[in-house]
């Protein structure tokens, strides 16, 4: 079940719907190979522009799902549409709820101590049938201990909640030495899943303002929010110039 990758300024993304990513998800599970999900928005596909190790490590994820409605425009204003957007929560949770049905595990790695346990009590709350079998915040100096403790317990599905282009890295580097169904670079997701940081509602996600709420709620990311407009500029000035090229 391969979908057809769509180039937005140097990365590559699945043009693929929530349930078909859930589907490949469930399918990497089961082959147990620690594949990895990447879910970039536009600042993370400006970072990958000039690190080479982002770059590498987004282009060796099995499945890399457009998070966030700039991705989207750029897509489209490139003249190559992704099917649709698939942030990492939704992802993320649609996932918990298929595993739950199967008693399948989840391992919690990331935020700062005390956010992935709370956390963990909601998702077992919010998903019976899940096993939450081990969490760990995302403050570790050595990488060692941490990977060994996620080895035994070797849960279906990792979260690696530690921030662009940490968690991208981290996942990269050590996927032949994780023994894990399936993980997931899934930024401040263990925030919201801990009840620490409230998700925009419904009205905002849908109209793909989840952003502005965002903004609204944490003035402070004003400056990160910026690359937003950044990412669709760049990817007119794409467009224009392959046009006159042609
Ligand atoms: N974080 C972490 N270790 C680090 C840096 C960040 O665990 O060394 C966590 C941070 O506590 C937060 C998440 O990574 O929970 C990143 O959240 P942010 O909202 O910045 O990510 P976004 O979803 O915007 O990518």
Redo the contacts with the bound molecule.
Sequence with gaps: MSTQRIDVLGVKFDSTSLEKAVQQGLALVEQHNASYVVTP?P?IVLEAEHNKDLQYALGAASLVLPDGIGVIYSAKILGTPLEGRVT?IDFATRMLEELAKRNGSVFLL???PG?AEKAGENMKEMFPGLRVVGTH???FKEEDPVIEEINAVKPDFLFV????P??EIFMHENTSRLDVGIMAG??????VFSGE?ERAPDAFQKAGLEWLYRLYKEPSRFR?MAKLPKVLFKSAGRRLKGSKDE
């Design positions: 928005n600042e990492g990331g935020a700062k956010v915040d995302g403050y909640c530690l921030g662009f940490k968690q899934l930024g401040g997701c263990l925030d940081v990160r």
